[in-house]
């Protein structure tokens, strides 16, 4: 066998570090037609992260930082029993460290970095928490996960948090948006490739990072991208917000003490936006950095399935209870639809609560029957209900030009003949039409349910509602656990 | 905003496992010219995997593991008290599990997950661990690391223990020969990304997986690539191999109990391959496996340098210990060499060791000097020793067609006038020329005088060449560390 070229520069290892072969490489970048050099933006970040602060955040950001932490608590406990967390906690204890922190709805207790990971699979179990439409990350997750697990080991204040909590948002989401969709198209996991950055960002904000242990952090982050489309279906897909928090904590931890990175990990010609995607559009991290802010954007899913099923859920419910509709008055229920809500969800007899996610026909069944979209709607005993499999043989969807794919046309025939229309433009739950608090609080008691005592999920709630007072952030990690 | 289509299908989450996706799917697939579908890989490299044996391992594999083993805890050695492994190991303390495994060369004890990612940094820290020329991969530091903390913690024998090694290491190679050289182009470090899969082969194979738990090992080991080539020359660089080892490590150990991922994480369309690479030849995968292996091919540096000054290095102490030269004796030093050659290591006048390790002159002289070139013949005391300073103005290297990147043509012109001259094909160290064990024990010797005291580095040294014979692999990790 004979060397290569590669192996000779390769095995050179710290070459590019030498002006010889920088030179080089500039000759090489040369090559094709003069581009503009990208700005510093790993640099330009890690300055803005650090010059932020709670008390210039605009209202809406302090306002949907603290849902976002509400509605990621919520998921959490939720998840916190399934197989999927039962698996990884039981597989970590023995290698586990201190316990310097505890898990939402459980009584073991780990060190920062496997509580991050594990309170972040437990987030992700559902598909139900917090979504940046616009990339389709999940932003609390890896950063919740990684900064809650560090508040309850160090104490810092509720402010202090938000503020990491919003920083670590933009930095994942504004990333992810300079190489969506083409990232997400070619198979990565955005939530957990972009969600490293995030933790690095919050956690090194709240260690006290110098701009140069930011940059060197955001690089180690770079480092450590997780996960692939197609995993989606499996535990892995769980997994992947988890170590995205843990990989972006191990980051800032390592930085903190001096560990060093490359100053342009995510900008430079074989940094990771380069090497991770075919679309870099350094303007969606630059553009009104501080004045606009992605965490503003942040959604919430009040029903636990697929968001194409979500306007056809919130009809229901609002001809249910507004119209006083009983289901067994329900003669045929028509559903104008795109054909996207079809080819996603056109299962017409699920058998269990999983295969329940992929049909519109069970979903507005549920709702009708229910008044709700839960995951205990999703469940084998929701959908093999009788008076559900009876409804939802009444449903019929027709695919129809016009009605977008986050849209439905709700006409219900009953069996007197009058019929109740209903057209849902923006579902419950949309930027347009957030969740507002009340319906916040229902989805996170009713997560929490059979989990957690009534009195101590809204103690939780209410924690997570003050953190702008809080002068321990890490008293809503205590409070979650089970039997606290 | 409006929704897209993407946040749809995305936030659908668990619709890519329903029939109606896999359909559309399928009928987007099919758009293209029709391509064969890949092979099962990810379940052909798990029942290969598990079925092998050292028993049945050839002699020529048998002997390279052994002394993969040997290269490589030597420069673990030899990297342990370097800065970065001091910075990481402070960072880690406070949140290490309980004391199950060493460091080499060191005191403090670690659980496995992060010895692993420890003695995998201390193991890359000169760029002196052993080369799979083909890729580029260094096979030993993400296995090795990880099969080795999990033998100190759980004894198994040395041939399990090389069996391990072997299966490990021809999993990262050849997944590496498979998407090489596009991957490593684009600006990934291959021995990262790569580098999770031999762990978790060699870790999975240790810890007894069943073929179901393998398949989900590898998938969860596709799903935490690590490493960036902008990160070479910073601590970074050390970091992969490292967290390459944890990570693989961690697959295995979710996959053991019962985590589960895809079963084709990595040839399936949006899977590994294809998502992080522009090539995919699935025969480096399946040709030969179990008759052909890849650590047959590893390579051991004998010099603490880029390969292209190899082969002046090699003639320098060839002419200065056979023909008797003198420093003091040359008059002149004239190499015919590749153009890379100045390309890459052309610094005339270096001041520091790393700066060193960029010089064709400075290589020469000290190796005339010294009569080597391991890590204290590239440090800033041999830089700036006046002797190798007057030597190093003596070298002539003039680019000349016909001689190759790994090779030279060296004539030294004594101060009477007579002249010696050396043509080096292959330089020590390579494939056609490998270093033989008495040159590996030499450099393992050298690497960790001052580390360890002589006899207990011989003590390590022969329980590596005893790995066949030992009862308990993790009995070479206590034997490394300090105080032993």
């Given at each position: 066998?004979?060397?290569?070229?590669r192996s000779l520069i390769g095995a050179a290892g710290l070459a590019l570090a030498t002006p010889a072969l920088q030179a080089g490489e500039a000759a090489e970048?040369?090559?094709?037609a003069a581009k503009t050099p990208p700005p510093h933006v790993t640099k330009i970040l890690a300055q803005w992260i650090l010059g932020s602060s709670y008390d210039t955040l605009p209202d809406p950001v302090r306002r949907e930082s603290v849902r976002s932490v509400l509605n990621w608590v919520g998921v959490a406990i939720g998840g916190s029993h399934h197989e999927t967390v039962d698996v990884a906690v039981s597989a970590l204890q023995p290698f586990s460290g201190p316990p310097q922190a505890g898990l939402f709805?459980?009584?073991?207790?780990f060190d920062i970095l496997n509580a991050a990971f594990l309170n972040g699979v437990?987030?992700?179990i559902f598909d139900f928490d917090d979504t940046h439409l616009k990339t389709?990350?999940?932003?609390?997750g890896p950063v919740a996960s990684a900064i809650l697990a560090y508040a309850e080991m160090k104490p810092v204040?509720?402010?202090a948090f938000l503020d990491a909590l919003v920083v670590g948002i933009e930095t994942e989401c504004r990333i992810g948006n300079a190489v969506y969709p083409n990232h997400y198209d070619a198979g990565w996991h955005i939530t957990g490739t972009?969600?490293?950055f995030g933790a690095a960002a919050a956690a090194g904000k709240l260690m006290g990072l110098t701009e140069q242990q930011m940059v060197y952090a955001l690089g180690l982050a770079a480092s450590q991208p997780v996960g692939l489309r197609e995993s989606f279906g499996s535990m892995n897909k769980s997994f992947n917000p988890g170590r995205a928090a843990s990989n972006g904590l191990f980051a800032a931890i390592l930085a903190a003490k001096g560990f060093t990175s490359s100053d342009g990990m995510i900008e430079a010609k074989r940094g990771w936006a380069n090497t991770i995607s075919t679309k870099q559009d350094w303007s969606e991290i630059t553009d009104g950095l501080g004045s606009r802010y992605e965490a503003q954007l942040n959604t919430y899913k009040p029903f636990a399935c697929g968001i194409v099923m979500h306007p056809t859920i919130d009809a229901a419910i609002q001809i249910r209870d507004a119209d006083h509709v009983r289901p067994e008055d329900i003669k045929r229920v028509d559903l104008k639809v795109h054909p996207l809500v079809l080819e996603l969800t056109g299962k017409t007899a699920p058998k269990t609560g999983l295969e329940g996610k992929f049909s519109i026909y069970h979903a507005a069944a549920v709702a009708f029957v229910e008044g709700a979209g839960g995951e205990k709607q999703f469940s084998d005993r929701a959908v093999n209900d009788p008076r559900v499999v009876a409804l939802r043989q009444k449903v019929v969807p027709v695919i129809t030009p016009g009605i977008e794919p986050a849209q439905v046309d709700m006409t219900v025939t009953l069996n007197d003949g009058r019929t109740v229309h209903r057209y849902i433009e923006h579902a419950i739950g949309s930027v347009e039409k957030p969740m507002s608090d009340a319906q916040l609080d229902a989805k996170f008691a009713d997560l929490a349910a059979g989990i957690l005592p009534?009195?101590?999920a809204k103690r939780v709630m209410q924690l997570c509602r003050s953190l702008p007072e809080l002068k321990d952030a890490g008293d809503v990690a205590r409070a979650g656990v089970s039997g606290a």
């Open positions: 066998m004979s060397m290569n070229r970048a040369a090559k094709p709805g459980r009584t073991e207790r437990s987030s992700h389709i990350i999940h932003p609390a204040t509720g402010k972009c969600g490293p009534e009195a101590q």
